[in-house]
C-alpha cells in the first residue's frame, strides 16, 4: 500500500487515516431495520474507545483532536490556515501511528513474555519432578545411610567385645599348651593307675600271703597241743 507524502516530506499512512474517517462513519441502516437503542450505542462508543485507547495513553484524545482538526482543515477559508490545519493533523497522526506502534511492539513483548513464562512454567514443572525425583532418591540413601550406620554401631560392639579377648594366634598358642598339659597329665594318669594296679596286684598277694601265714601257725599249734597232750598222757600212764 503506497503512502502519500506532501510538501514538508512528511509520510502518513493512508490506512490510518482511513481508520480516522471510518470511526466517525454513521452507521447505515438496513431497508425496515430498526435504529440501535441507546444501550446499543454506548456499547458500540465504549467498544471503539477501548479499541483505539488499549493503553490509556490519550489515544482516544488524539483522534477527537484529529477529528477536530480534519473538520477545521475541511472548513479552513484561507490556504495558509488549511496548511496549518494539514501539519496539525499530520502530527496528530504521527502521534497516533507512532502509539500504534508502541502498542503493537508492547503487544508483541507481551506475546513473547507469554511464549517465555510458557517455556519457564515448563522447566519449573520438569525441576519440580526432578526435584520429587531426587527427595525420593535422597530419602532411599538416608534408608541405605540409616542401615549403615546400624551395621558400624553393631560391628563396633562386636569389635569392643573381641577386644576383651586375645588374639587367635595368643588362643592357638594356649589352646596347645593346655594340649601338651593334658597329654602330659594323661600320661601321668596311666602311670598313676598302672602303679596303683601293682600295689593292689601286691596287697592281694600280702593277703594271701599273710592268710597262708595264719593258716599255718594255727595249724603248727595245733599240732604242738597235740603233741603236749600225747606227751602228757604217756607220763601219766604207768608202765607194765
Known amino acids: 500500500m503506497g503512502a502519500v507524502t506532501d510538501d514538508s516530506h512528511s509520510t502518513v499512512f493512508p490506512g490510518a487515516r482511513w ?3 471510518s470511526s466517525h462513519r454513521p452507521t447505515s441502516l438496513k431497508p425496515g431495520g430498526k435504529p440501535p437503542s441507546s444501550q446499543q450505542v454506548s456499547n458500540e462508543v465504549i467498544r471503539k474507545r477501548l479499541l483505539i485507547d488499549g493503553d490509556g495513553a490519550g489515544d482516544d484524545r488524539r483522534i477527537n483532536l484529529l477529528v477536530k482538526s480534519f473538520i477545521k482543515w475541511c472548513n479552513s477559508g484561507s490556504q495558509e490556515e488549511g496548511y496549518s490545519q494539514y501539519q496539525r493533523m499530520l502530527s496528530t497522526l504521527s502521534q497516533c501511528e507512532f502509539s500504534m506502534g508502541k502498542t503493537l511492539l508492547v503487544y508483541d513483548m507481551n506475546l ?11 522447566e519449573i514443572e520438569c525441576s519440580i519432578a526432578g526435584a520429587h525425583e531426587k527427595i525420593a532418591e535422597c530419602k532411599k540413601q538416608i534408608l541405605q545411610a540409616k542401615r549403615i550406620r546400624k551395621n558400624r554401631q553393631e560391628y563396633d560392639a562386636l569389635a569392643k ?21 593334658l597329654e602330659h597329665l594323661s600320661h601321668i594318669k596311666e602311670s598313676v593307675e598302672d602303679k596303683l594296679e601293682l600295689r593292689r596286684k601286691q596287697f592281694h598277694v600280702l593277703l594271701s600271703t599273710i592268710h597262708e601265714l595264719q593258716q599255718t601257725l594255727e595249724n603248727d599249734e595245733k599240732l604242738s597241743e597235740v603233741e603236749e597232750a600225747q606227751e602228757a598222757s604217756m607220763e601219766t600212764d604207768p608202765k607194765p
Open 19 to 21: 481508520m480516522v474517517l
Open 161 to 181: 567385645v573381641i577386644q576383651h579377648h586375645p588374639d587367635r594366634h595368643e588362643t592357638l598358642k594356649e589352646l596347645e599348651a593346655l594340649g601338651k598339659e
Open 112 to 122: 513473547r513474555e507469554m511464549e517465555n513464562y510458557e517455556k519457564i512454567y515448563k
